[in-house]
């Protein structure tokens, strides 16, 4: 395990931070926040193209787990068979409208690139049987790409997932998909 570094400057603020208050008592109790930014570890934000949306990975719940804000109404968002306790879930990643969460799950001995769909509840797991080590999963802003480093090749390469042309598209304005050009 590598050593933790932190730059001299920082180490001597968080020193200087404990011994002040180290010695105050608070006369009455802290009022925890109900929002975010509150006393639980919140990391990893990522923003809906459209700029409505922040996902997040949060150990509010009792475990590591993927949160949604609705920034617009100021309020987290349920996300139904989303998180489970026996995975950690990190690195999340939303298309234009948040409809789609890419984020990287590890359950067994290898993580994985796994796909929420907010509209149908439904968890896709995109690399199931992948060889080689993933991270890093983006999805593009309508959702039909998704973008990752693989380690397939003894380096860190990164590849692209074509969800197909069949994929409902996750579009700003919510406007019909044409159908897909065949050729003959």
């Known amino acids: 395990m590598a050593p933790l570094l932190w730059p001299v400057g920082r180490v001597w603020g968080v020193l200087a931070a404990i011994t002040v ?3 105050c008592t ?3 109790p802290i009022a925890l926040p109900t929002g975010l930014n509150s006393r639980y570890n919140d990391e990893q934000p990522a923003l809906s193209g459209n700029g409505r949306f922040m996902a ?3 150990n509010r719940n009792g475990s590591r787990s993927l949160l949604m804000f609705d920034l617009q109404r100021r309020q987290f968002i349920d996300l139904p068979h989303l998180n489970r306790r026996d995975a950690i879930a990190e690195q999340p990643s939303l298309s ?3 409809r789609y969460l890419v984020y990287l799950a590890s359950d067994y001995a290898r993580p994985e690139v796994e796909l929420y769909d ?3 509840g439904q968890v896709q797991i995109l690399t199931q049987g992948y060889r080689g ?3 890093s999963p983006h999805i593009s802003p309508d959702g039909r ?3 990752f480093e693989s380690g397939r090749r003894g380096q860190w390469d990164v590849e692209i997932f074509d969800r197909g042309p069949g ?3 996750d579009l700003p304005d919510g406007r019909p998909v044409p159908p897909p050009i065949v050729a003959n």
């Open 21 to 23: 208050l180290g010695g």
């Open 26 to 28: 608070p006369s009455q």
């Open 56 to 58: 997040l990975v949060s």
């Open 96 to 98: 234009y409208t948040g």
């Open 118 to 120: 907010r509209a149908t």
């Open 133 to 135: 080590w993933v991270r």
């Open 145 to 147: 790409f998704v973008v």
């Open 167 to 169: 994929v409902e598209l």
